[in-house]
Every structure is written in structure tokens, then in C-alpha cells.
Antibody, heavy 124, light 107 residues
Framework: QVQLQESGPGLVKPSQTLSLTCTVS??????????WSWIRQHPGKGLEWIGF???????YYNPSLQGRATISVDTSENRFSLNLNSVTAADTAVYYC????????????????WGQGTTVTVSS | DTQMTQSPSSLSASVGDRVTISCRAS??????VNWYQQKPGKAPKLLIY???SLLSGVPSRFSGSGSGTDFTLTISSLQPEDFATYYC?????????FGQGTKVEIK
């Protein structure tokens, strides 16, 4: 049973870099057919997809973050990470990591496994 | 970006009721729509992918329909554990986008 667990500081100062790690257990990150995503949820709001990475290092980011996000993967440690720079109070949110599963050869994909989420507050 | 608009934003229903939630995409997404359930303080849980495919282990009272721009999630007989917020999401194009959510409350 694959599980994801987020870790990182819960408090970040404005203008600094938010850094989070998602550790994958119960399975290997080095599997074709999956992308590894970061998604956030502002307090009391909906879900915003930040971006994803493949185990080979291919990435795609949400343009709404204006180039501030970087996602990296460490296959030897079976984890992937998010760096979000120049944070402001608007980046205060619950951050989730999730597995983006491409179902067989259908071309359809969905976020089928999620971490429990970690709350990050941006404040001085 | 493809905008996903859900209706209603909230609804009140009783146990046993049939509940329908709608989701409209701002442009065609074929059948690339997924549905999630989220309970307070918890991560979202995938229910349906590819508009109509029920994820293994999800109760059969949940079903999805639609293609193109209009999609529906139906709960055939609402159970106490179904009171939650439901989100649609498109995976046709990047950036992936979600609807704003529909909160299902107890009547």
C-alpha cells in the first residue's frame, strides 16, 4: 500500500523560500505511469494544483505561480520536494503531495493517493 | 486555463436522498474529469476518474456521467458518511484545475 507523507517547516517568513518534502513508502517512485504532484488548499478554499514531476525529472508547473515553484525528485531516497520562493501571506495554505496515476493505456489520469497534508503559514 | 464550475455550491439533503452535483468546463475536456470527496481536516479522496469509472473500493452508490463540457456526480442513496465536500477536476490539459467544491450538508 503506497503512502505519501509531507514534511517541512510549518512557519515561513515573508520573502523566504518554502521547502517541503514528500516521502513515498510502500512502493517505488521509479515507476512509469505515475507523476508526483504538489497541490495546495488555501484556508477554507478550494484546491490549486502547483505542479508535478516524473521519476525521470520531467516537470510542469502552474503558470499562476509565476515561476516561483521548483519541484525536484530524489529517486535514491524515494521522495520528491517542493521549493516555493519569495513567499507572501497568500501562500499560506495546506500543502498536499499526491500521486498522479495514469490508468493503464487509457491516457486518463487522476490523483489517486494523497498525503495527509501539512499546514504552512507565512508570517513574520 | 480550463475553468471548472460546480453547482450548487452547497446543498442540504437527508439520508437516503438521491443527490446530483454538476460540473461544467469552460472548454471541452472530453471525458477527462475526476471527482473527489473531502472531509474536514482530511485530504481529498478519489471517487471517480475518466468521468464514469468508479475507483476500486468506492461504493457503487457513487456514479459519474458526462462528456465534453458537462459532467455529473450522483449519489444514489445518501449515507451518513457521505456528508462532505465534493470537487471535480479536469485532467485534459495543464494546468490541472479543480471546481470550487460542493458541500453536502445534513438536512
Amino acid at each position: 500500500q503506497v503512502q505519501l507523507q509531507e514534511s517541512g517547516p510549518g512557519l515561513v517568513k515573508p520573502s523566504q523560500t518554502l521547502s517541503l518534502t514528500c516521502t513515498v513508502s510502500g512502493g517505488t517512485i521509479r515507476t512509469d505511469g505515475y507523476y508526483w504532484s504538489w497541490i495546495r488548499q488555501h484556508p477554507g478554499k478550494g484546491l490549486e494544483w502547483i505542479g508535478f514531476i516524473s521519476h525521470r525529472g520531467s516537470t510542469y508547473y502552474n503558470p499562476s505561480l509565476q515561476g516561483r515553484a521548483t519541484i525536484s525528485v530524489d529517486t535514491s531516497e524515494n521522495r520528491f520536494s517542493l521549493n516555493l520562493n519569495s513567499v507572501t501571506a497568500a501562500d499560506t495554505a495546506v500543502y498536499y503531495c499526491a500521486r498522479d496515476h495514469y490508468f493503464d493505456n487509457t491516457g486518463y489520469d487522476a490523483f489517486d493517493i494523497w498525503g495527509q497534508g501539512t499546514t504552512v503559514t507565512v508570517s513574520s | 486555463d480550463t475553468q471548472m464550475t460546480q453547482s450548487p455550491s452547497s446543498l442540504s439533503a437527508s439520508v437516503g436522498d438521491r443527490v446530483t452535483i454538476s460540473c461544467r468546463a469552460s472548454q471541452t475536456v472530453n471525458a477527462y474529469v475526476n471527482w473527489y470527496q473531502q472531509k474536514p481536516g482530511k485530504a481529498p479522496k478519489l471517487l471517480i476518474y475518466a468521468a464514469t469509472s468508479l475507483l476500486s473500493g468506492v461504493p457503487s452508490r457513487f456514479s459519474g456521467s458526462g462528456s465534453g463540457t458537462d459532467f455529473t456526480l450522483t449519489i444514489s442513496s445518501l449515507q451518513p458518511e457521505d456528508f462532505a465536500t465534493y470537487y471535480c477536476q479536469q485532467s485534459f490539459s495543464s494546468p490541472r484545475t479543480f471546481g470550487q467544491g460542493t458541500k453536502v450538508e445534513i438536512k
